[in-house]
């Protein structure tokens, strides 16, 4: 992309951008329209060349010139070329494409700061005379108008943005777009306040070579942090203040013609800075742009620390969340096992004794626990693990009669009667057979725990919509039932209301493999009425998932 600026003449303030195609300059372009009347209807072309940028005059009344002298044919476009056409006068600014360095990325001396003397008087820096820029100011509204964008998109960039890394990326790249920047980073201080680390380097594509460092005066950024102000430094290579004396730096030296660095703060705390700098044949910063650039210090500074205030506090709730994670399981797991110990007991008392009654009833406990770790083991594992479902194309009645069988062995341990009616209209369609059985099968298991021995039954069918294209796969209990403000409450993960024998992790699971599916589940429930649980599968829209997965994968 190419930037074009308008430094003089009737759309003076305008920026005009172009992509990498070719773009007419002129009254009746469509690309840059300029509303001069000096100059021709089509008056000049640029055209991208090989990463470069290509100007001709196109045979237009009052000529084409770079930088005072007429164009005579193609001529390659450098950065900061100025552009006179009539009475308008433009700058180019380059292709704008940056290389882009960010936190572990950058070899911690990629930032050369020379080791001259650090004292130099504050005024001296922070003044600057606007009479010396080598172009004409932009308009005030403008810069307001800019200013305002910058502002805007930087307290967008701290609501969405909780990474303090991401947030110093993001408030650099606000910059480069609404600035002119040859080159900019920011250094941070480390840990202990000793030392400061650049955490994001930014440079225009050609200013610096290939491991080539970045240098800077470190006069300029130990007087920002010595007195905790943005400092400007503009025109450095004509101003005698900034020239060679003996035993110190030249800011010359290091070609930082116009200069803003300020400080990054919390209150009074220092926590970095922002060091941005472009050539004065390109761009000589203002007093405006010295005092957007403090303010966004200011802002990035309080925006830090409030990231990392989260980070913490998210931290501690991870570690209190998984601290009652590992609490719960243990409990869980150290009840199985009891479990499984009993059993093992009564094992060993039959074979002492050669009693087959006692070792039959000792390895149905044991049996029985087993089935229980195995159950929250897979279900640990599915409701832990993020990942797309594998949708094949499956007959949903077989799933779930699959499901039912597995059941019926609990139910018949628990004196239950469990019943199951398919609707056999039900086409086959995409699902991911493992998770849907699953599903399923925690929602029996859960309908099968719910209701009263003997007196107790769980019903299991499955519908189809083919007008509305759902499949309901649908559990009824008559159980006691779910208060109506209680019914989210039982998917939370690791609350259960079977005491011991429940896991806390089944309606959780079976909830994140239906929306995995892009379905819902619903519950119909009252106290003293039973329960229905009903899965929801939208089988149009997993037709769509499963068609953009096959392409993918062709």
């Known amino acids: 992309m190419a930037i074009l600026h308008v430094l003089q003449g009737p759309d003076k303030g305008r920026t ?49 010139y770079i930088n005072g002298v007429r164009v005579r044919g193609p001529v390659r476009l450098k950065h900061g070329d100025q552009i006179k056409m009539g009475s308008t006068l433009i700058v180019y600014t380059g292709d704008q494409s940056v290389e882009k360095l960010s936190g572990s990325s950058i070899p911690r001396d990629m930032i050369d700061l020379d080791a001259a003397s ?66 900019g980073f920011i250094l941070m201080y480390d840990r202990r306040g000793e030392e400061l680390i650049p955490q994001v380097v ?58 803003i660095c300020a400080p990054i703060m919390d209150k009074d705390l220092l926590l970095g800075v922002i060091h941005i700098d472009s050539a004065a044949a390109t761009h000589t910063y203002t007093q405006e742009q010295l005092r957007l650039m403090g303010a966004i210090g200011q802002m990035t500074g309080m925006a830090i620390q409030n990231a990392r ?20 399981l243990s409990h869980h797991i150290k009840n199985v096992l009891q479990g499984i110990q009993s059993g093992g007991d009564l094992v060993s008392l039959g074979l002492r004794n050669q009693k087959l009654d006692t070792i039959k009833q000792g390895w149905e406990i044991v049996e029985r626990n087993l089935e229980r770790i195995l159950r929250l083991s897979t279900n640990m594992l599915a409701f832990s693990k993020a990942r797309e479902p594998r949708l094949v194309q499956s007959y949903l009645n077989k799933i779930v009669a699959d499901a039912v069988q597995l059941a019926q062995k609990r139910a018949d341990e628990k004196n239950v009667v469990l019943l199951s009616d398919f609707e056999e209209t039900i086409p086959p369609m995409p699902l991911d057979p493992e998770g849907i059985h699953q599903a399923t099968l925690n929602i029996i298991g859960n309908a099968i725990d719910a209701v009263a021995p003997k007196t107790g039954t769980v019903h299991v069918s499955t519908l189809f919509d083919a007008e509305q294209g759902i499949a309901d796969i649908v559990v009824s209990d008559n159980g006691p039932g779910i208060e109506h403000e209680k019914i989210e409450e039982i998917f939370e993960p690791f609350k259960s209301s079977k005491g011991q024998a429940g896991t806390g992790l089944g309606l959780a699971v079976a909830r994140k493999v239906i929306r995995e599916h892009h379905g819902r589940i619903v519950v119909e429930s009252r106290p003293g009425e039973g329960t229905t649980f009903r899965l929801r599968l939208p089988v149009q829209e997993l037709s769509r998932a499963s068609e953009e997965t096959y392409s993918t994968l062709q």
């Open 16 to 64: 005009f951008r172009t992509m990498n195609e070719s773009a007419i300059l002129g009254r009746e372009s469509e690309q840059i329209p300029l509303t001069d009347r000096t100059i021709s209807r089509q008056h000049a072309q640029i055209s991208p060349d090989n990463g470069a940028w290509i100007l001709k005059d196109l045979n237009s009344a009052n000529g084409t």
């Open 118 to 183: 650090p004292s130099l008087d504050s005024a001296i820096l922070a003044s600057s005379n606007p009479e010396d820029s080598v172009i004409i100011a932009q308009p005030e509204l403008t810069e307001a108008a800019r200013a305002w964008k910058v502002m805007s998109e930087i307290t967008a960039a701290i609501g969405a943005i909780i990474d303090p890394e991401q947030l110093l990326e993001r408030v650099m790249d606000v910059i480069l777009e609404e600035m002119p920047v040859d080159r």
């Open 309 to 328: 205030l989260v980070q913490q506090q998210m931290q501690m709730a991870r570690l209190a969340a998984t601290g009652e994670t590992v609490a719960y």
């Open 202 to 259: 930014r440079y225009r594509r050609g200013v610096r070579a290939k491991k080539q460092k970045i240098t800077t005066s470190r006069r300029i950024i130990q007087h920002v942090l010595d007195h905790k102000s943005a400092v400007l430094c503009t025109n450095a290579a004509d101003d005698k203040r900034f020239r060679q004396d003996a035993g110190q730096d030249s800011i010359t030296d290091f070609g930082l013609h116009s200069v």
